[in-house]
């Protein structure tokens, strides 16, 4: 085999190809500790005493490529064969010891694939965040135990398991527990680790059931009944137990007026008409109702609290164009420890009962 090739003083020192000497030559350029290759006098390969450049003459790094690199498939760690990246056709696997960590595949179709631990292997998949709030992890999914811990849970207890608020927000937004067949769906509220109340379906008899750790406290049935220490209300309202109603006083230290505007929290209004020595307002009442349209089926109690409505008396009158039993403008209480109770019909009247 024979060379065409030129040497020494031709071109101070360069090796030249013999045929290509003009112009735009291919040679190898020799410097002080450094050789380049020149196909067409553009340098490619620049080899330098500790870093090699292609495509450039000034290597930052041990090797330097300023341009696109190909490989065919893999591409290793030098001394440990089992760390790697592979390439396929439209599929790239980052492997370390052997384990595949990450996958990026683009599929036949949509939808395409980033796979975190493609060999199920117990490789954990953790997001670090500045550690604030929760602290680290941000993100931690637990393999073991297929967990995911969000905000600072780094050994999530249940299937999802963060530590802050959560948030849904949207158009007819909700959350939705679907249950198995006869399951008992529900939440379960805790404080410091103790269970307080569990929210839950019982499939027995489909009523959404609010408890205490240990006690039924109340129940709504499918059909819209509301039971309070019962699972079985007869009624759209039963309470198996005692009830109690808000109490408004009417006296020297409380609503100490000649007049009174019935609230929309009040029930049973006890007023005592008095004179101050003996706690009460000094004087006689006047209680005005609220509109009868604006509370259907309300109920309200008006007492003689002070047992002196036949000095003091206590009237009752309507608002707006309301009446009371069906021509009366206002009603009166003028008998000592004498009480009246009303209900509104939903429009325009009060009906005492």
Do not use: C
Not at 176 to 201: A, C, F, M, Q, V
Not at 211 to 230: A, E
Not at 324 to 330: A, L
């Amino acid at each position: 085999m024979s060379y065409k090739y030129s040497t020494g003083s031709v071109r101070y020192g360069d090796i030249y190809y013999e045929d290509d000497r003009e112009g735009q030559p291919t040679y190898i350029d020799f410097g002080i500790d450094t050789i380049t290759l020149r196909p067409s006098g553009s340098q490619i390969l620049h080899a330098a005493a500790d870093a090699v450049g292609i495509g450039t003459t000034s290597p930052d790094y041990t090797l330097d490529v300023a341009g696109d690199i190909g490989v065919d498939e893999y591409i290793y760690h030098n001394g440990d064969a089992d760390t790697l990246i592979r390439f396929n056709d439209d599929k790239i696997v980052l492997k370390a010891g052997n384990k595949a960590m990450v996958t990026v595949e683009e599929k036949a179709s949509a939808p395409h694939e980033v796979t975190i631990n493609d060999g199920s292997n117990n490789i954990d998949f953790v997001v670090k965040g500045n550690g604030s709030r929760g602290g680290n992890p941000g993100i931690k999914f637990d393999a073991s135990t297929n967990k995911l811990g969000i905000n600072g849970v780094g050994t999530p207890e249940e299937s999802l398991h963060v530590d802050g608020n959560i948030k849904a927000f949207g158009d007819d937004v909700r959350i939705k527990l679907d249950g198995d067949t006869d399951s008992h769906p529900g939440l379960e509220l805790y404080e410091n680790g103790t269970r307080k109340w569990i929210i839950y379906n019982n499939y027995t008899n489909d009523n959404l059931t609010f408890k205490t750790d240990s006690d039924n406290i109340m129940s709504i049935t499918q059909t819209g009944r509301v039971g309070v220490g019962t699972q079985t209300p007869s009624t759209t309202f039963s309470v198996a137990g005692s009830l109690s109603l808000n109490v408004t006083a009417i006296d020297k230290n409380n609503n100490n007026s000649s007049t009174y505007t019935v609230a929309a929290t009040d029930y049973a209004i006890f007023a005592n008409t008095r004179p101050a020595a003996q706690n009460g307002i000094n004087s006689a009442l006047t209680i005005t109702l609220p509109l009868a349209g604006d509370y259907p089926g309300r109920i309200l109690v008006v007492k003689d609290g002070g047992g002196y409505a036949a000095t003091n008396s206590i009237t009752i009158q309507r608002a707006g164009s309301d009446m009371i039993d069906g021509s009366q403008t206002s009603i009166v209480i003028s008998n000592d420890n004498d009480a009246i109770t009303l209900m509104s019909n939903g429009g325009t009247m009060w009906f005492t009962l």
